[in-house]
C-alpha cells in the first residue's frame, strides 16, 4: 500500500509537470512581443508665500504603458495610471488625493502609411495639456509630411467644461532644415482654436515661432456677453549649444483678454513656462526668460533661469529666478534639486523641489 501511494504520488508530480510546462509555453507565447515601459517619480516640493503660508507637497506618480500585438497589424495599448499627492501646512493636514487606474486604453491600426487609433487616448496637438479622450484618431504619412484628424466625445477642456465634443485636423511635416506644424480644434459649442508652429534649425542654433489663438462660442451662456474678446499667445525663441554650454532665450507675449491654449489655465505645450511664472490665463502679458545649463560632467549639470515679464491688463509685474542642479545617476535613473523665486509686484512666493525619476 505504501509503495502504491508512493508511485501514485511520483505520477501526480509528473503529471503537474507536464501540466505546469505546457501552461509555461502558452504563457510564454501569449506575452511574446509584450512591450512595457513607464516611469516612477517622486517628488517633495516647499511653496513658502510672503503672506505665511507654508505648503508642502509629496506626489509619487507610477505611469505602466503596455502594447499588446494582436496580429500584424493591430496593437492594443494601456496606460495604467497610479498617483498620489498629500499636501500639509506646516504640522497640519490639508488632505491628499488618491488616484488608480487605466487612463488609455486603445486599439492601434498600422497599414503602411496609415495609423489609426481608437479607444481612450490623449487628444492630439499642442492646445491640451495630455487631455483624455474616448474618440478615434486617423494619421497618414506622405513622405515628408503627414495629415491627420481626430474625433472625441466626453472631455473636458476650458477649465473642466464636461461633456464637451472635440474634433481637430493637423498637418505637420518638413522642409528642408524647417519644421512645421499646423491644427485647427473645435470643442463643440464650447470654443475654437488653431496653432501654428515653425521651427528651423542652423548649425548648433534652433530658432522658432509659434501662435495660437482661440475664439469664444457666443452662443455659450458664460460668453454670450463678451464681445471682440481676444485670446492667444505668441511665442518665438532661440537656442544653441556650444561645448558645455546650452542656452536659450524666449519671448511671449497674449492676447489683451487672455492666453490662446484650449484648456485655459493649464501650461499646455503652445503656452509659455519656467516654473512659476507663465502665459496659461494671463491677459496682455509680454515677457521673456534667459534659461543656461552646464555640463559639468556626464552626470552633473547646473542649470540658472530668469524671467520678467509684465500683464499690462492688471497691472503687475512678474520676476522668476530660477536655480537648479541635476545628476543622473545611470541611464534611467535622474534626480534634481530646484529653488525659485517669484515676485508679483514685489511679493514673494519661494518654491522648492527635490525629484527622482526612474524610467524603464
Do not use: C
Not at 64 to 80: H, R, S, W
Not at 108 to 117: A, K, R
Amino acid at each position: 500500500m505504501k509503495k502504491f501511494a508512493k508511485m501514485s504520488l511520483a505520477a501526480a508530480i509528473a503529471v503537474g509537470g507536464l501540466t505546469s510546462s505546457a501552461s509555461a509555453v502558452d504563457l510564454e507565447q501569449a506575452i511574446k512581443g509584450v512591450d512595457i515601459s513607464g516611469q516612477v517619480r517622486y517628488r517633495m516640493e516647499d511653496n513658502a508665500t510672503a503672506i505665511g503660508t507654508d505648503q508642502e507637497d509629496q506626489d509619487v506618480n507610477i505611469d505602466i504603458m503596455v502594447k499588446v500585438p494582436v496580429n500584424d497589424n493591430v496593437n492594443f495599448i494601456a496606460n495604467l495610471n497610479i498617483d498620489n499627492d498629500d499636501q500639509g501646512d506646516a504640522n497640519v493636514t490639508l488632505g491628499g488625493s488618491s488616484a488608480f487606474g487605466l487612463d488609455q486604453y486603445y486599439f492601434q491600426y498600422i497599414n503602411g502609411p496609415v495609423t489609426v487609433h481608437l479607444g481612450s487616448q490623449e487628444i492630439p496637438g499642442r492646445m491640451t495639456d495630455g487631455l483624455i479622450g474616448q474618440g478615434i484618431v486617423g494619421l497618414y504619412n506622405a513622405g515628408a509630411f503627414t495629415i491627420g484628424a481626430a474625433s472625441f466625445y466626453n472631455t473636458e477642456v476650458t477649465n473642466n467644461l464636461v461633456d464637451a465634443s472635440v474634433h481637430s485636423v493637423i498637418a505637420m511635416g518638413s522642409v528642408g532644415p524647417v519644421s512645421l506644424l499646423a491644427q485647427y480644434a473645435v470643442a463643440e459649442d464650447v470654443v475654437a482654436g488653431y496653432n501654428l508652429k515653425a521651427d528651423a534649425t542652423f548649425g548648433p542654433i534652433t530658432t522658432g515661432l509659434e501662435y495660437t489663438a482661440k475664439e469664444l462660442d457666443d452662443e455659450h451662456p458664460s460668453y454670450s456677453a463678451l464681445t471682440d474678446d481676444e485670446r492667444s499667445t505668441f511665442k518665438a525663441y532661440v537656442a544653441g549649444k556650444m561645448d558645455i554650454v546650452s542656452a536659450s532665450l524666449a519671448y511671449v507675449q497674449t492676447g489683451d483678454n487672455g492666453s490662446g491654449s484650449l484648456d485655459e489655465g493649464v501650461e499646455t505645450a503652445s503656452e509659455f513656462l519656467l516654473w512659476q511664472m507663465g502665459s496659461a490665463g494671463v491677459a496682455e502679458l509680454n515677457a521673456w526668460a534667459l534659461d543656461v545649463s552646464v555640463a559639468v560632467t556626464d552626470s552633473v549639470s547646473v542649470r540658472a533661469a530668469y524671467g520678467d515679464g509684465e500683464a499690462t491688463a492688471a497691472d503687475v509685474d512678474v520676476t522668476e529666478t530660477l536655480g537648479q542642479v541635476s545628476y543622473k545617476m545611470s541611464k534611467n535613473l535622474n534626480t534634481y534639486i530646484r529653488y525659485s523665486q517669484y515676485e508679483l509686484n514685489g511679493v514673494e512666493n519661494d518654491r522648492g523641489r527635490v525629484e527622482v525619476k526612474y524610467t524603464f
